[in-house]
């Protein structure tokens, strides 16, 4: 049966023969994939037309929760997947990086929906006071692009390659058609036929390519988002498509680099650092049997050291068991297929020129429960460079399967520069003790990486690894590594948002925004804010405190209650070449006051105080000092309830204006307390 792309609401087969799909374990043919006769431009329009208005009018709260219930019906489905994954060499625990990493990926999503507001869209930063009397201000909207997310994914992660991209873009509310490599897209078709079933997304908001999608770029317009992942002479061929000039159109490419791993000059033999540093290199040269963008490729050692641990890992990748993933004891699988087998063998080729193997052979080597001349099976490559400064190959070819060289370094700075000759890079780890080193390697490598990992035995037992990039960091590297990032936490959800800068009045800003802007007008109602339930409060409603006057014995008292004597507040005569013209009401005391005045006592809808953020105190207040407080609603965030017998709640986000008889502000601060509906159902 051919393997179907999913397009304009319907699976359909490409048409003609299509590619044959093997079984990277025994060389069956498992399908064949075609994209012939689809309709590229017709699917981008769908998308933008279909799925993109749906998409943009739920808010980051509902898109969120969109997410978490995908996650958990794709959770559920899991084993399925592991069933099919095997069909592409990988073992159980590559499977788990690729599946539940994936499904990982959308629950971090789901989760990060509580740093946006409940809008479709978001505020950026602060606001800009552009004019002397506050009247006039500017603030940053962050709103949805209104195109599409195309995502041309390589052949190694088939479900995390799509899921890690696509969480991102339906939290920002923008949809996504997939092109998966075709090698493994049998895998990635498993999986959005799943999405597709479960009915959670808006109908166009995922399509899929499993054949090819060359033209597809043809249809791109300015507001389309195009991610690459896969070698860097592909995606600069892609970068430079003149449609993507012509529409200005985002593009975000992360190639394959030549990753590094130091094993820190204190990290000796016996140590417990030099164990993590052996066992972090084999596991990164044979997960996923080294087909992973941000696989160890260069082993950068203390040239007293290279036999020691040329030794070591030696014996590590001489223990590593290959052959079929089923097979009791296997701790390798092959590699997805014999094209990229025949490419690896190659480059293994080319760099033996320059380098000599020192473990492993292209043609002798045992595998478990298969035939190694039907699999894309082969034994890990460790090579020596015994002069990296001048035979050179190592940084600029790469084997992308289990392939990996050591070389020597004198220092450190000699290091940083090894790692520098990869010309940009995914990632880069140093296995030390001494933080005086991991900094000094930090420092001088930074600019030519996208992530560093520090390990030690402080964190080794919790790290994810070298070669795990993680949901809330960014993903992606200068140089080779193509420039671009992707994931990063809310920094990754950005890249789908159009960014304006809006300027006017703050009252207007208020209005636009749904969070009030420090200036804009007041809502005062008759009845005190918190007798209010979270519906019936608007923001910019405000409460004018009644007032009170500061005096010697409020600061006396507080001190005695809180412990804080500090000699500002306590001591007359120790105020000389300070600040202060007398003894200062503590800050804090300005503020406890200031709830004094603006809390009504009674039991009403507020349930509790949440949290209080960005507290400044921005001028002295001494005995004699009349404050009164302008306490206005900022911002409204829904709250989902965790079971029926949850209280249907809110958080409201108030602004405590507290200033003096002047009018002038001596204590800001945001105070978030949790406001009970009145509709409970």
């Given at each position: 049966m051919?393997?179907?792309n999913?397009?304009q609401?319907q699976w359909?087969?490409g048409?003609?023969?299509?590619q044959?799909l093997?079984?990277a374990?025994?060389?069956?043919?498992?399908?064949?994939?075609s994209?012939k006769g689809l309709d590229?431009g017709?699917?981008?329009?769908?998308?933008r037309?279909t799925?993109?208005?749906?998409l943009?009018?739920?808010?980051?709260h509902e898109r969120?929760r969109m997410l978490?219930?995908?996650?958990m019906h794709?959770?559920s489905?899991k084993?399925?997947?592991?069933?099919?994954s095997?069909?592409?060499g990988?073992?159980r625990?590559?499977?788990?990086?690729?599946i539940?990493?994936?499904?990982?990926?959308?629950?971090?999503y789901a989760?990060?929906r509580r740093?946006f507001p409940d809008?479709?869209?978001?505020?950026?930063g602060?606001?800009a006071?552009?004019?002397?009397?506050?009247?006039f201000?500017?603030h940053h909207?962050?709103v949805?692009?209104?195109g599409?997310?195309?995502h041309?994914?390589?052949?190694?992660?088939?479900?995390?390659?799509m899921?890690?991209?696509?969480?991102?873009?339906?939290?920002?509310?923008v949809?996504a058609?997939?092109k998966?490599?075709?090698?493994?897209?049998?895998?990635?078709?498993?999986?959005?036929?799943?999405i597709?079933a479960?009915?959670i997304?808006p109908e166009?908001a995922?399509?899929l390519?499993c054949?090819?999608a060359?033209g597809?770029?043809?249809?791109?317009?300015s507001q389309?988002?195009v991610?690459f992942?896969?070698?860097?002479?592909?995606?600069?061929?892609l970068?430079a498509?003149?449609r993507?000039?012509e529409?200005?159109?985002h593009?975000?490419?992360?190639a394959?680099s030549l990753?590094?791993c130091i094993?820190?000059?204190?990290?000796?033999p016996?140590s417990?650092?030099?164990d993590?540093f052996v066992?972090e290199v084999?596991?990164?040269?044979?997960t996923k049997a080294?087909?992973?963008?941000?696989?160890?490729r260069r082993?950068m050692?203390?040239?007293?050291?290279v036999e020691?641990?040329?030794?070591a890992?030696?014996k590590?990748?001489?223990?590593?068991t290959?052959?079929?993933?089923?097979?009791?004891?296997?701790?390798?699988?092959?590699?997805?297929?014999m094209a990229?087998l025949?490419?690896?063998?190659e480059?293994?080729e080319?760099l033996?020129k320059?380098q000599?193997?020192?473990?492993?052979d292209?043609?002798n080597?045992?595998v478990?429960g298969?035939?190694k001349?039907?699999?894309?099976f082969?034994s890990p490559i460790?090579?020596l460079?015994?002069?990296?400064f001048k035979?050179?190959?190592?940084?600029n070819?790469e084997?992308?399967?289990p392939?990996?060289?050591?070389m020597?370094?004198k220092?450190?700075?000699e290091a940083v520069?090894l790692a520098?000759?990869?010309?940009?890079s995914l990632?880069?780890?140093?296995?030390?003790a001494?933080?005086r080193i991991?900094k000094q390697y930090?420092?001088g490598?930074a600019?030519?990486?996208?992530r560093?990992?520090i390990l030690n035995a402080d964190?080794?037992?919790?790290?994810?690894?070298?070669?795990?990039?993680?949901?809330?960091?960014?993903?992606?590297g200068?140089?080779?590594a193509?420039?671009?990032?992707e994931?990063?936490?809310?920094?990754?959800?950005?890249?789908y948002?159009?960014?304006?800068a809006?300027?006017?009045s703050?009252?207007?800003?208020t209005?636009i925004t749904n969070q009030y802007?420090y200036?804009g007008?007041y809502?005062?109602?008759d009845?005190?804010?918190?007798?209010?339930?979270f519906?019936?409060l608007?923001v910019g409603e405000?409460l004018i405190t009644?007032?009170?006057?500061?005096?010697e014995?409020?600061?006396?008292?507080?001190a005695?209650?809180s412990?804080?004597?500090?000699?500002?507040?306590?001591d007359a005569t120790?105020?000389?070449?300070?600040i202060?013209?007398?003894?200062?009401a503590?800050?804090?005391?300005?503020?406890s006051?200031?709830?004094?005045?603006f809390?009504?006592?009674?039991?009403?809808?507020?349930l509790l105080n949440?949290g209080?953020?960005?507290?400044?105190?921005?001028k002295?207040v001494?005995p004699?000092?009349?404050?009164?407080v302008r306490?206005?609603?900022?911002?409204?965030?829904d709250q989902e309830?965790?079971s029926?017998?949850?209280?249907?709640k809110g958080?409201v986000?108030w602004?405590?204006?507290v200033?003096?008889?002047t009018?002038?502000?001596?204590?800001i601060?945001?105070i978030l307390?949790?406001?009970?509906?009145?509709a409970?159902?």
């Amino acid at each position: 049966m051919k393997l179907q792309n999913y397009v304009q609401g319907q699976w359909m087969a490409g048409e003609g023969e299509g590619q044959k799909l093997y079984n990277a374990i025994n060389g069956d043919v498992i399908t064949t994939a075609s994209s012939k006769g689809l309709d590229f431009g017709g699917m981008l329009d769908y998308a933008r037309k279909t799925a993109g208005p749906k998409l943009r009018k739920l808010t980051f709260h509902e898109r969120g929760r969109m997410l978490k219930a995908l996650a958990m019906h794709l959770q559920s489905k899991k084993e399925d997947f592991y069933k099919l994954s095997w069909a592409t060499g990988a073992t159980r625990t590559d499977s788990w990086v690729d599946i539940e990493g994936g499904i990982g990926n959308l629950f971090s999503y789901a989760s990060l929906r509580r740093q946006f507001p409940d809008e479709p869209f978001c505020v950026e930063g602060d606001i800009a006071k552009l004019s002397k009397n506050g009247t006039f201000i500017g603030h940053h909207i962050c709103v949805p692009k209104e195109g599409v997310a195309i995502h041309i994914n390589a052949f190694n992660f088939p479900v995390w390659g799509m899921l890690e991209k696509v969480a991102v873009n339906w939290l920002a509310g923008v949809p996504a058609v997939v092109k998966p490599a075709t090698v493994t897209s049998f895998l990635t078709e498993a999986v959005a036929r799943e999405i597709i079933a479960s009915g959670i997304l808006p109908e166009g908001a995922l399509q899929l390519i499993c054949g090819s999608a060359n033209g597809i770029l043809d249809h791109v317009q300015s507001q389309d988002v195009v991610t690459f992942t896969g070698s860097a002479s592909t995606g600069k061929m892609l970068k430079a498509h003149p449609r993507l000039l012509e529409e200005a159109v985002h593009f975000n490419m992360e190639a394959d680099s030549l990753n590094c791993c130091i094993l820190g000059p204190d990290a000796k033999p016996g140590s417990v650092e030099f164990d993590i540093f052996v066992k972090e290199v084999q596991r990164e040269m044979t997960t996923k049997a080294g087909q992973k963008c941000t696989a160890v490729r260069r082993i950068m050692v203390p040239e007293n050291m290279v036999e020691d641990v040329q030794i070591a890992l030696g014996k590590r990748l001489a223990s590593t068991t290959i052959g079929d993933p089923n097979a009791e004891g296997v701790r390798m699988g092959s590699l997805a297929g014999m094209a990229q087998l025949k490419e690896v063998h190659e480059k293994v080729e080319l760099l033996s020129k320059t380098q000599k193997i020192i473990f492993g052979d292209l043609k002798n080597f045992d595998v478990v429960g298969a035939d190694k001349n039907k699999g894309a099976f082969m034994s890990p490559i460790l090579f020596l460079n015994e002069n990296p400064f001048k035979y050179t190959d190592v940084h600029n070819i790469e084997a992308f399967g289990p392939v990996s060289t050591i070389m020597p370094y004198k220092n450190i700075e000699e290091a940083v520069e090894l790692a520098k000759m990869g010309k940009g890079s995914l990632v880069s780890s140093i296995v030390t003790a001494d933080d005086r080193i991991a900094k000094q390697y930090v420092l001088g490598a930074a600019s030519m990486h996208g992530r560093i990992l520090i390990l030690n035995a402080d964190c080794a037992k919790e790290s994810t690894g070298h070669g795990s990039p993680m949901p809330m960091l960014v993903h992606g590297g200068p140089g080779r590594a193509g420039g671009g990032e992707e994931m990063g936490g809310k920094r990754g959800v950005f890249h789908y948002l159009q960014r304006t800068a809006i300027q006017g009045s703050p009252t207007t800003l208020t209005n636009i925004t749904n969070q009030y802007q420090y200036g804009g007008k007041y809502i005062e109602k008759d009845v005190h804010p918190f007798k209010r339930y979270f519906e019936e409060l608007e923001v910019g409603e405000t409460l004018i405190t009644a007032k009170h006057t500061i005096s010697e014995a409020d600061i006396v008292n507080f001190a005695n209650v809180s412990g804080d004597n500090f000699y500002a507040h306590m001591d007359a005569t120790s105020l000389e070449g300070t600040i202060f013209t007398g003894r200062v009401a503590h800050g804090y005391f300005v503020l406890s006051k200031a709830a004094g005045l603006f809390v009504d006592a009674k039991k009403g809808p507020v349930l509790l105080n949440y949290g209080l953020d960005e507290c400044r105190f921005t001028k002295p207040v001494y005995p004699g000092t009349t404050i009164g407080v302008r306490f206005t609603c900022k911002e409204k965030i829904d709250q989902e309830k965790k079971s029926e017998e949850d209280i249907a709640k809110g958080i409201v986000k108030w602004l405590v204006d507290v200033y003096d008889e002047t009018g002038e502000t001596v204590a800001i601060a945001t105070i978030l307390t949790m406001v009970k509906k009145r509709a409970q159902n």
